[in-house]
């Protein structure tokens, strides 16, 4: 069961951080009870997060029902400057005060990668109270999801066996970027009521391309049981 489709293109990068900041919060605000959101690395979130946190957004976040995970880590400590969770905690989570109870990093030290990936596994199993999705019952509220030039999503890189994994939530992705990575699988990214992509910037125009003339693409591949929403800024769109 997936449901509909919705792309929305915005006029620059700045609407486009506004647009999903005003998303996140409306779907925070409507949904009752605790809520869990998964976050996006990289760079083209990092605005809309820093607008979570201003006096526009933070007092009408129900920050204490909400609860923060990621859809891939890099395996580097967390004072690293690529580390998702750190880049996280510097544009949104100190500045909005985010109880810290309600923040799930992926552990990137004193562990290995494999064993990082079972510990975060199993950290979304007890939050979900099973070890079975169940597409009537997402896993999570909002699901975020950048692209790379190569169409990746997370770290499901193109030619990677962790695209066919449908047993594990996370694993470890060695070998492909400089430093291993932790990434949730498909099935996992995909229990989400919305997932939502999002595109900035000049340089995705071709990959959107890509993904629009059916390249296999992993994040062409995306089928959420909610709702995919792609906001895309009009560089990306048009390229121009
Ligand atoms: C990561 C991300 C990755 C990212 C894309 C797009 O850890 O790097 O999870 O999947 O979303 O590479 O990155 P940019 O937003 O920097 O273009």
Redesign the pocket.
Known sequence: MTGATLREVLPDAEALARRGAEFVLQTCQQASGDLRVCL???????RMYELLATPEFAPRMPWARVHWF?????FVPQEDP?N?YRNTRIAMFGPAAVPVTHIHPVRTVGTTPDQAATEYERLLQSAYGSATLDPARPLFDVVL?????DG?????FPGTAVLSERRRWAAAVVGVKPEP?I?LTYPTLESARHLVV????A??HEVLQRIQRGDDLPIAHVRPVGTLHWFLDRAAAEGA
């Open positions: 996006a690395g990289g760079t083209t979130p990092k990621w859809g891939d880590e890099r690529s998702n999801l950048g692209f790379g030039d990746h999503c997370a770290s499901l990575r990434t999002l595109g900035a910037g340089g995705k």
